[in-house]
């Protein structure tokens, strides 16, 4: 069965804080989506990864492809970091469409 | 370039009416989707389009109904409205990209639609 699960489900943070969210998927995938839904709904795209790191400003994405795991690091959180974090995947067996995790809600407290 | 647009932003419908949403995209984008989010479950594909004239099922189809006359634009329909799809829905598009075929996807704001 094709799955997506993340973890915590929320996740409060002082400012200055590094966070870490975690994203597992239960097969193959050919593709990895993080996501991030501020408050107000909309949907922004942070990286897409299939294997390795990628980094921008302050967030760091990793994939682990024999493990099944991503992991989204922020450093040096700040408040307007607060949102909903989302993962998705393409899986190998499925091949049209990208499967979304329930996302982590992240607030950052001044 | 405006991205990814949506029309309406909001909409309340009664049980049995009609409606269509409009997703329009400036970036020359082949593949489109529509996605409802309902709280506590993960974005779910209801129809997507890997170009002009084509649509395909996703993963909760029923009830919805979609068609891709120009690239640029994308039609969701709900022929009979139901409580049940009360829902965000959200509307993304993506280039074919890389050998996977696999490219990012943009969002649109979303319509946020109640039915009564």
């Known amino acids: 069965k094709n799955e997506v699960e993340q973890s915590p489900q929320n996740l409060t943070a002082q400012e200055g804080e590094f966070i870490t969210i975690n994203c597992s998927y239960s097969?193959?995938?050919?593709?990895l989506h993080w996501l991030q839904q501020h408050p107000g709904g909309g949907i922004v795209s942070l990286f897409m990864l299939s294997s390795g790191k990628k980094k921008h400003g302050r967030l760091i994405a990793t994939i682990n492809i024999q493990e099944k795991h991503s992991s989204l690091h922020i450093t040096a959180s700040h408040p307007r970091d607060s949102a909903v974090y989302i993962c998705a995947v393409w899986f190998l067996n499925t091949g049209n469409q990208f499967y979304f995790g329930t996302g982590t809600s992240l607030t950052v407290i001044p | 370039n405006a991205g990814v647009t949506q029309t309406p932003k909001f909409r309340v419908l009664k049980t049995g009416q009609s409606m269509t949403l409009l997703c329009a995209q400036d970036?020359?984008?082949?593949?489109m989707y529509w996605y409802r989010q309902d709280p506590g479950m993960g974005l779910r594909l209801i129809h997507y389009s890997v170009g002009e004239g084509t649509t395909a099922k996703g993963e909760v189809p029923d009830g919805y109904n979609v068609s891709r006359l120009k690239k640029q634009n994308f039609l969701l329909g709900l022929e009979s409205a139901a409580p049940s799809q009360t829902s965000v829905y959200f509307c993304?598009?993506?280039?074919?990209?890389?050998?996977?075929?696999?490219?990012?996807?943009?969002f649109g704001p979303g319509t946020r639609l109640t039915v009564t």
């Open positions: 970036m020359n984008h082949e593949y």
């Open positions: 097969v193959g995938i050919s593709a």
């Open positions: 993304a598009s993506s280039l074919i990209a890389g050998t996977s075929g696999i490219g990012e996807q943009y």
